[in-house]
């Protein structure tokens, strides 16, 4: 069993940034691929970002246009989603997920691949 714990939403202008954490508890970490996904009212649940165990695999969706970039510290167990250049559009609750033990290159776009989730945590971006 892995426990996920999101924080960092909040309020925040268009243009800004913000810094999503999710601490990770329950199992070895590095064992785990990592994902963020997120779901804006009325919308299905959709990929952002995904890493995996080991840190040397990442990937973030290519409709980001680099604005978001996901990275994790093994050591805190801890993943993280660098966000800039927010736009009203990224207003959704954002979800991190986990799936494991897999190989330390594994990464996953599709939700349906992972079997942990967090709670989530709300992003607003003003415009």
């Known amino acids: 069993q892995v426990q996920l714990v999101e924080s960092g939403g909040g309020l925040v202008q268009a243009g800004g940034s913000l810094r999503l954490s999710c601490v990770a508890s329950g199992r070895t970490f590095s064992n785990y691929a990592m994902g963020w996904f997120r779901q804006a009212p009325g919308k299905e649940r959709e990929f952002v970002a995904t890493i995996s165990g080991s840190g040397g695999n990442a990937y973030s969706a290519d409709s980001l246009k680099g604005r978001f970039t996901v990275s994790r510290d093994n050591a805190k167990n801890t993943v993280y989603l660098q966000m800039n250049g927010l736009e009203p559009e990224d207003t959704a609750v954002y979800y991190c997920?986990?799936?494991?033990?897999?190989?330390?290159?594994?990464?996953?776009?599709?939700?349906?691949?992972?079997?942990?989730w967090g709670q989530g945590t709300q992003v607003t971006v003003s415009s």
């Open positions: 997920a986990a799936r494991g033990p897999r190989p330390n290159w594994y990464i996953s776009l599709s939700r349906n691949d992972y079997t942990y």
